[in-house]
């Protein structure tokens, strides 16, 4: 029978895979489960609700409270029913007069050692062991309360986002459990034992001293009010609630936004999250406070001058000001001399809207994303070599896999819900391979199984990738069924006689990538030999001079193996921002219209014309750094950016800075001053994902819906400022809700076709291609066939990179994420976040730092090709010696102050990863530093100016 | 030739000076020109009369005993090594004392007779004609052969142990365990430990014959750390198994392979609770797991799991060497073979009775016991561990049989059975039962671990006289609902002593008050 699944019921124990069905009664009501399905959650399917306080559905059954217990037929005692499995034929009930004194008098022992305060507790109205004491009757203790107890058991309020109340533990082991299983940290534990029991962080050293990740699952699995959002405390409970989608990483995680009216009281995953299944990680959970930060741009500003302070002005008068600029700008200078920047945190449906402007409105295919700085190889190599632009799988098929190869990602920081669900995999026993120039925190999984690092050198992954299919052709470990069956037999020929030339053998190349062959022969034959084997990866791949190489290498790997087109394996980029995929799909990219449609062919072109009544250019239009160069030039001089933070994110900042400050008319459309808006004539406020309505398309291509839950600070959502900016350019938009945007980009896009918000409120979600072929969605690509017939291998030669260490710049640079801190950190610096993270520092190997004299916490220069800047030192053996490490969270950092200009052969993607440089102690900030500091002071002083005076 | 004389060596006989005494032995007998050879045997358990001195003689061995340093300038002067000779603490041929004569020895027939660590020693009584017969067989037909035998589990619980290899046999698996549950720890039991000092091959002989029944190819003795010389001695005598092909993975020249390893326990009781133990041998901590799953079925590192007690697995060698028929026919009714009973608290001859199931508890206590050590009356006894009931006079006559146990809410345990005179005041044991619950329960389910709290305050009140009608109905609930409710026998069975001695010595309860009537109808 088909089973009814209701996201917001707890069905106290895990569902069971099983396909085989067992019959059973349960107090006289007949129901089948699968096999293996405990007779609580049996019950609980045919609504019959046993009371409960240790078991929870995303927990394995732990057998603690007894409140559970149920009598069986034919059985001795009161068995558990959250570990009793269903059986055929059995005869279960559940309420009777035994088991009702025995609940009670259970009850009756958990509340002799509980505050009785349940009036003021933060947990009133939301607490299980209150539901419970109601639900069994209890009406008195007679134990009495001056018995031991624990309720004078002290607050560790060390965390900033909760509390944990020890005097209200009922340890039930959740919170433990949750941290464990869920999270995979294991930073919890029951200390002591029997009636000592009690929670403890790390070595009892509190939450935040703790290896306490704050993913908010204990807090979450909690049945009390012993572990309570801090902001449940302060505002009470919420009184309703909407599902969205996390406007972080690129995982999508599903939230309820719990609310009281429009105040946001906390962010709960959402169980019914196909992305996350009702995970989270610190950022999704807890950091939302940026969104109602003091720094939010509350009104539309303009101003003449870069130089000038800041005017507050109406939208109407905002508007207007840009498209007279815009207009005068094309007049003077050629309808090639704007364009605008997508944003990949943006909505799907305002990133549509923002290259629909700029090619119907603007007139030309200047528009780029951010996307260009961080995944554009992916797009292009998985292009050329499965032909289509996206990971191939969903998240859960890692569930799957037997081998995990990790290249140039860092998931448990990055994507930290992802990560967790790898590591439970990597729990039961799949071998992992990590090819990173650092020893990631994956590699310290709590119970790994097989691991293997590969820590290469920065810039040698494509000799590693090289090296690694060597050894599978030459070793005879191919999938040839699945290469003669699914591959192009030319491509294959040429590239099986390149990859088998000796100068990609491991021993070849062990001196570019410093590992030693043996151990990357080993890999190899561990990937290879898999009956499932997934490969994820990340910026470490793309952000390279070789990065579209890197992705080509990567694919080819997988079609080599026959590792496509089927749960547990793939090739599987994991997307930095929320909406990356989003964006690419949406044809933010020069050359490409929606749906990765290029502008050059001219039946899709034709489509778009029709449909949007304009001409389109059929030549690409400019890419970022492009943009840049044509800025300093002079023939580029408005640019419309939205929700992207060039001028921190891009790499080269002076060079990045020079531009912005040539052109005539600079709209910054975001949520803060950010970076850029510095530079910026005119400030369009931005609206965060809590103002709008829209949809996100995360790594796995998963289209999820962002729904409004307060209005938007400042009156509008993002789309509605791009609606107006292009009626002000006299190119007609109307659309009364961003459905009617979907409906058109269905309507344009082959592989979205299906898609509608009706539609995703019947799915909860979609995976694209979504159309006639695959009505709802395709949770695994290339399954019968790839999109270009047959797979092609790409030739990957490997090109060292310019940037090379010499005597002037022995070090290299690569840079990276951290958990706590979100990108450009424009968000999660305007949270509690920073209690983990509030400075970048440079990290050194021991060595590297000996013999520059370097200790820990002293001022570091760090000069490149491109520039200077200083940041302390933070010694750590996750490097090898010769690399050093740092994150671009905070702007005053000058991270991409050093970054060169050296980018992807492909698409340009910047060479975050690598970059040659010096580091010597110093004793005061850089220049830039200290200008940066200056223009920061005055920028500010500019927007507080801005208001118009009291009256 | 030199004349054999024999000291015991296990902890009890080192405890009351038996090293001591083997040195001065030593000493003397080298003044006198070295007339004797001095081995160290185990012991024969007759506690009242260690340290037990034997000499070999043509008709058997003589024993001394209690022999203290005292004695022995008297007992050289009498020349004692020759056996039959006139002194104060001679005991005549030791097999023919009546204590050990009268037992029936099948697990226990080496210890005190054979050195422990000798492999020949072992051979030559018997040892490892099991484990060549086993050799020999299919796994199911040795299955069948500990079916056939009776024998049940000796921890306690008293579940047949071929049933539960069967399991082991039948769950297929890459690997599966063999583990030993040596962490003895219920009151007044010393059984585990006189193996594993006294006769450690037959437990490694047992586990290893485990290990071919069921397709194990690795076993774990979980050894409690209290232990140090049992330790010792199976280390040692796993090493010496090891370099004979007794263990490894060539075992006899056969193919087979077993390994074995030695891990120490860290002090709790509960761990010896079988799932537990499988989590502390995890390496976590000793936390019930809620069954099914059956360890049998993921047990181990979620692998098929055989966790027998020490007693369970050293019966095995003897049921493979001499077939399970001679082992079924001792006992009585569904307990089959012997039960090695160890007498301990108040009481005149401690030590162990092996007896085959049958005999009453009152014969033990009595004709073994010799009752009380100080000669007061015994007014009470506790069997099977400090879960076991209390028994008055009226039950003593209770076969030593499980279900004749079962049958008046009593158990029989791990065979500890602990008397007390009348000076035991039975309110103050009760309190103990849940004392002793609060210092070991785990603490994962809540009867067991705020219920044992709870219980102590209870019958503190109850002993204080404060409403004595009402604390003694809420003790009753309490109890029912440890029992009812807990997830292993440690909360499940802490009421057991508790109602027991309401039940039956509830005068004990009440003696401040004069509230005896509410008791007995709350019992």
Wanted: one cysteine or more; hydrophobic letters at 35%; glycine letters at 10%.
């Amino acid at each position: 029978m088909l089973q009814h699944f209701d996201p917001n019921k707890d069905y106290g124990t895990p569902a069971s895979l099983s396909e085989n069905l067992v019959t059973l009664e349960i107090d006289g009501v007949e129901i089948s489960v699968p096999e293996g399905t405990s007779v609580m959650r049996a019950a609980a399917l045919a609504d019959i609700n046993i009371p409960k306080l240790c078991a929870s559905d995303n927990l394995d059954a732990f057998g603690s409270c007894r409140l559970c217990a149920v009598q069986i037929e034919g059985r001795r005692g009161l068995p558990a029913s959250c570990t009793t499995p269903a059986e055929q034929g059995m005869k279960v009930w559940t309420q009777n007069d035994k088991l009702a004194k025995l609940r009670r008098n259970i009850m009756e022992l958990y509340i002799s050692d509980h505050p009785l305060d349940c009036l003021t507790c933060p947990a009133n109205g939301n607490c299980e062991l209150q539901d419970m004491a109601g639900s069994v009757g209890l009406r008195e203790v007679r134990y009495g309360f001056d018995g031991e107890n624990h309720l004078d058991a002290p607050k560790d309020t060390s965390n900033p986002y909760f509390t944990f109340d020890a005097s209200k533990c009922i340890v039930c082991s959740r919170c433990v459990r949750a941290c464990s299983e869920v999270q995979g940290t294991f930073a919890l534990t029951i200390d002591g034992r029997g009636f000592d029991s009690k929670v403890a962080a790390g070595q009892d050293e509190g939450f935040l001293d703790s290896e306490c990740v704050s993913c908010g699952a204990c807090v979450q699995a909690c049945p009390t009010a012993t572990l309570t959002e801090n902001s449940v405390i302060e505002m009470g409970q919420p009184e309703h609630s909407v599902v969205t989608t996390c406007a972080y990483c690129g995982v999508g995680c599903s939230f309820k936004a719990e609310m009281k009216g429009d105040k946001l009281v906390r962010m709960v995953p959402y169980k019914g999250g196909d992305a996350n299944h009702g995970h989270s990680c610190v950022k999704g959970r807890f950091a939302f406070g940026y969104a109602t930060h003091k720094d939010r741009i509350r009104a539309p500003m303009i101003r003449d001058s870069i130089d000038q302070p800041w005017k507050e002005v109406s939208w109407e008068e905002a508007i207007g000001f840009a498209a007279k600029r815009l207009k005068a700008i094309q007049a003077e200078h050629g309808r090639e001399s704007i364009g605008g920047i997508t944003s990949s945190r943006c909505t799907n449906e305002e990133t549509y809207l923002v290259q629909k402007l700029i090619r119907a409105a603007f007139g030309n295919n200047n528009t780029d994303t951010c996307a260009r700085v961080c995944h554009s190889p992916t797009g292009y190599g998985l292009k050329q070599t499965l032909g289509e632009s996206a990971g191939t799988q969903t998240f859960d098929s890692v569930m799957k896999a037997d081998c995990v190869l990790v290249i140039g990602a860092n998931p448990t920081d990055a994507h930290p819900v992802f990560g967790s669900l790898l590591r439970r995999r990597l729990r039961e026993g799949a071998s992992l391979i990590v090819a990173d120039p650092r020893h990631i925190d994956l590699l310290d999984t709590p119970h790994l199984g097989d691991a293997t690092h590969l820590p290469l050198r920065p810039g040698s992954n494509v000799a590693m990738v090289n090296a690694l299919a060597h050894v599978i052709v030459t070793e005879g470990l191919e999938d040839t069924g699945f290469i003669a069956k699914r591959c192009e037999d030319d491509a294959y020929a040429k590239w099986r006689a390149f990859i088998q030339d000796p100068r990609h053998a491991p021993e070849a190349v062990e001196e570019v990538t410093g590992v030693a062959a043996d151990k990357v022969r080993e890999a190899a034959r561990t990937y290879a030999k898999a009956p499932n084997a997934a490969i994820y990866y990340g910026l470490g791949v793309t952000e390279h001079s070789q990065g579209s190489t890197t992705v080509m290498g990567i694919a080819n790997l997988a079609l080599a193996t026959g590792n496509i087109g089927r749960d547990g394996v793939g090739v599987n980029p994991l997307r930095g921002q929320n909406n990356v995929q989003g964006s690419c799909d949406m044809g933010s990219f020069p050359h490409e219209l929606p749906g990765y449609q290029h502008v050059a062919d001219p039946v899709a072109r034709g489509r778009f014309e029709a449909a949007w009544g304009v001409e389109i250019d059929h030549e690409p239009g400019l890419r970022i750094p492009n943009m840049f160069d044509a800025a300093i030039a002079g023939h580029f001089r408005a640019l419309y950016v939205q929700g992207e933070d060039i001028a921190q994110s891009d790499p080269n900042t002076q060079h990045v800075e020079q531009a912005l400050r040539s052109l005539d008319c600079l709209i910054v459309q975001d949520i803060f001053l950010n970076e850029t808006a510095k530079f910026a004539h005119v400030l369009l406020p931005g609206s965060t994902f809590l103002e709008k309505n829209g949809t996100f398309t995360n790594a796995e291509r998963r289209i999820n819906r962002v729904r409004k839950v307060m209005p938007p600070i400042a009156g509008k959502e993002d789309w509605e400022v791009t609606v107006a900016l292009a009626n002000a350019l006299d190119y007609p938009m109307n659309y009364a809700h961003p459905s009617e945007i979907m409906d058109e980009i269905a309507q344009l896009t082959p592989s979205f076709a299906g898609v509608s918000y009706d539609k995703l409120e019947q799915q909860g979600s979609l995976q694209w291609p979504c159309n006639d072929e695959h009505p709802v969605g395709s949770p695994i690509m290339h399954v019968e066939s790839f999109p270009i017939g047959k797979a092609h291998f790409a030739i990957t030669e490997f090109v060292p990179t310019t940037e090379r260490a010499n005597r002037r710049f022995p070090l290299l640079l690569t840079t990276g994420r951290i958990l706590s801190q979100y990108n450009v950190g424009a968000q999660t610096r305007r949270t509690d976040n920073q209690v983990w993270h509030d400075e970048d520092v440079l990290e050194i190997h021991p060595h590297d730092a000996e013999e520059r004299g370097i200790n820990d916490n002293d001022w570091l220069g760090i000069s490149s090709r491109a520039g200077h800047t200083v940041l302390r030192a933070r010694i750590s053996e996750r490097m090898q010696p010769g690399v050093v490490y740092t994150t671009f969270h905070h702007p005053h950092s000058g991270a991409n102050v050093i970054t060169t200009d050296n980018s992807d052969w492909a698409t340009n993607c910047p060479e975050y990863k690598v970059t040659a440089v010096q580091v010597e102690k110093v004793s005061q900030p850089s220049d830039w530093q200290k200008n940066f500091h200056d223009n920061h002071q005055r920028q500010h002083k500019f927007l507080h100016e801005a208001k118009p005076a009291a009256e | 030739m030199a004349y054999r004389v024999y000291v015991p060596s296990d902890t009890t006989a080192k405890a009351l000076g038996a090293d001591r005494l083997a040195a001065s032995i030593d000493a003397l007998a080298h003044e006198m020109g070295d007339p004797l050879e001095i081995r160290r045997n185990g012991t024969r358990a007759l506690y009242w009369l260690e340290p037990l001195i034997e000499v070999d003689t043509p008709e058997g061995r003589y024993g001394f005993g209690p022999v203290k340093e005292r004695d022995l300038e008297s007992l050289f002067a009498v020349e004692f090594w020759k056996g039959e000779v006139d002194h104060p603490l001679a005991l005549g041929l030791v097999e023919e004392i009546p204590y050990l004569k009268r037992q029936q020895r099948l697990t226990f027939a080496r210890a005190g007779v054979i050195d422990p660590l000798s492999l020949d020693d072992y051979k030559a009584h018997g040892g490892y004609r099991g484990l060549d017969n086993a050799l020999a067989l299919e796994p199911q037909v040795i299955v069948d052969a500990v079916k056939e035998s009776g024998l049940r589990g000796r921890g306690g619980a008293a579940f047949p142990t071929g049933i539960k290899w069967q399991t082991v046999l039948n769950a297929p698996a890459d690997q599966k365990y063999i583990v030993c549950n040596a962490d003895e720890g219920d009151s007044g039991t010393f059984a585990d430990r006189l193996v594993m000092e006294c006769d450690p091959f037959m437990l490694i002989e047992g586990m290893t014959i485990a290990g071919l029944a069921v397709g194990a190819t690795q076993g774990y003795i979980y050894l409690r750390s209290e232990y140090p010389l049992a330790q010792k001695n199976l280390n040692a005598a796993i090493e010496t198994a090891y370099a004979n092909n007794l263990l490894g993975e060539n075992i006899l020249g056969s193919g087979q392979r077993f390994d074995l390893e030695v891990r120490l326990g860290a002090g709790a009781y509960i761990c010896g609770e079988e799932t537990s133990l499988l989590e502390s041998l995890e390496g976590k901590r000793g936390l019930v797991r809620a069954k099914p799953p059956l360890p049998a079925i993921v047990g181990l590192f979620g692998k098929p799991t055989v966790v027998n007690n020490v007693l369970s697995l050293a019966a095995v060698p003897f049921i493979l060497d001499r077939g399970a028929k001679a082992y079924a026919d001792c006992g009585m009714g569904r307990s089959r073979g012997t039960l090695p009973f160890q007498l301990a608290g108040n009481v005149k001859q401690g030590g162990l009775v092996e007896l085959a199931f049958g005999p009453t508890l009152r014969e033990l206590m009595f004709e073994f016991g010799g009752g009380t050590r100080n000669g007061r009356a015994l007014r009470a006894v506790q069997v099977g561990g400090p879960l076991g009931a209390y028994l008055p006079e009226s039950q003593w006559d209770t076969p030593l049989d499980y279900e004749a146990f079962a049958k008046i809410g009593a158990v029989l345990g791990h065979g500890g059975v602990v008397m007390f005179d009348d000076t035991v005041d039975m309110g103050e044991q009760a309190r103990f039962s849940m004392e002793f619950c609060v210092a070991e329960s785990c603490g994962k389910c809540t009867p067991c671990r705020i219920g044992s709290t709870r219980g102590v305050e209870v019958i503190d009140r109850i002993r204080a006289g404060e409403n004595v009608e009402g604390n003694l109905e809420l003790l009753s609930d309490l109890c029912e609902t440890m029992v009812d409710g807990s997830l292993c026998a440690m909360g499940g069975m802490t009421p057991f002593p508790v109602q027991s001695a309401m039940k039956h010595f509830g005068e004990d309860f009440v003696k401040h008050t004069s509230d005896a009537q509410a008791l007995a109808e709350e019992a």
